[in-house]
């Protein structure tokens, strides 16, 4: 691999250029960073991409809804992202189209494109039958969601009871200082300042992948380790050590 190539979410947190910083630092490939990928490249073709590609059910394979009033949908949120929120997309699907839109000469898998996206997105699982929301979608490009750093790691089980209660007893979601003070254990809430810092394992884990095939590492204090609850996450992305002692060696700055 001789290039990476980041794209910014800028209705995000993520801090694009320190993540690209921070790369640098670690791998010999040359690091850039490009505008959102999704308004560089958002053709009509691709809103209806997106159509197809939304979840209809977690336990339903099919995807998809190409109403017209669903494509419009899409349409504008290609345009202004903040719209876009409470569905998950198929991660394939959407890596697919995504890869017909890198330009020709950058497809190869000598430079490879890593868009942060500001959507959610999954894959299905064949052993049971359901979604699951990714972080990353590996391979070119690797696709890389912020809400799904929130969102794909299951948050403690507290989280979900405390979440119920006041749905129950208010009708609303608990603020989120409540959830911070009652629920035990590590997680990240929307919009996290931790976010950037998090994000750096998810994307190097894509650059991996590409140079050596190994999709993460078993370790679990290792930023390649792909945790799928939160506090796994804390402790992979944002605790010391940065890398195990196998990856140290290839990652050091
Ligand atoms: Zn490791």
Same mark, same amino acid.
Request: proline share 7%; glycine share 8%.
């Given at each position: 691999m001789e290039s990476v190539t980041l794209y910014r979410a800028p209705t995000t947190v993520t801090d694009a250029d320190a993540i690209a910083d921070w790369l640098d630092a670690r791998i010999e490939a040359t690091v850039s960073v490009r505008?959102?990928?999704?308004? =560089?490249?958002?053709? +009509? /073709?691709?809103? %209806?991409?997106?159509? &197809?590609?939304?979840?209809?059910?977690?336990?339903?394979?099919?995807?998809?809804?190409?109403?017209?009033?669903?494509?419009?949908?899409?349409?504008?949120?290609?345009?202004?992202?903040?719209?876009?929120?409470?569905?998950?997309?198929?991660?394939?699907?959407?890596?697919?189209?995504?890869?017909?839109r890198i330009p020709e000469s950058e497809r190869s898998l000598d430079h490879l494109h890593v868009p942060l996206l500001d959507r959610v997105v999954g894959t299905w699982g064949d052993h049971d039958g359901r979604?699951?929301?990714?972080?990353?979608?590996?391979?070119?490009?690797?696709?890389?969601?912020?809400?799904? =750093?929130?969102?794909? +790691? /299951?948050?403690? %089980?507290?989280?979900? &009871?405390?979440?119920?209660?006041?749905?129950?007893?208010?009708?609303?979601?608990?603020?989120?200082?409540?959830?911070?003070?009652e629920v035990e254990g590590e997680f990240l809430v929307e919009d996290d300042p931790r976010t950037t810092?998090?994000?750096?394992?998810?994307?190097?884990?894509?650059?991996?992948?590409?140079?050596?095939?190994?999709?993460?590492?078993?370790e679990e204090t290792c930023r390649l380790h792909n945790p799928h609850r939160q506090p796994g996450v804390v402790a992979a992305q944002l605790r010391e050590p940065e890398f195990c002692p196998k990856h140290a060696e290839r990652y050091r700055p």
């Open positions: 505008d959102r990928f999704l308004s =560089l490249h958002g053709d +009509p /073709a691709l809103a %209806e991409t997106f159509a &197809k590609a939304r979840v209809l059910s977690p336990y339903d394979r099919e995807t998809g809804n190409t109403m017209l009033g669903i494509v419009r949908y899409e349409e504008r949120a290609l345009e202004s992202p903040e719209r876009a929120g409470g569905v998950i997309y198929d991660g394939l699907a959407i890596q697919r189209a995504l890869h017909e979604w699951h929301k990714r972080v990353n979608v590996l391979g070119q490009p690797a696709i890389v969601s912020v809400p799904g =750093l929130y969102e794909a +790691p /299951a948050k403690p %089980e507290q989280y979900y &009871k405390e979440q119920q209660k006041h749905a129950l007893l208010s009708g609303g979601a608990p603020p989120r200082e409540v959830l911070e003070n810092d998090a994000l750096k394992g998810y994307v190097l884990q894509a650059c991996h992948y590409l140079d050596t095939g190994e999709p993460f590492c078993d």
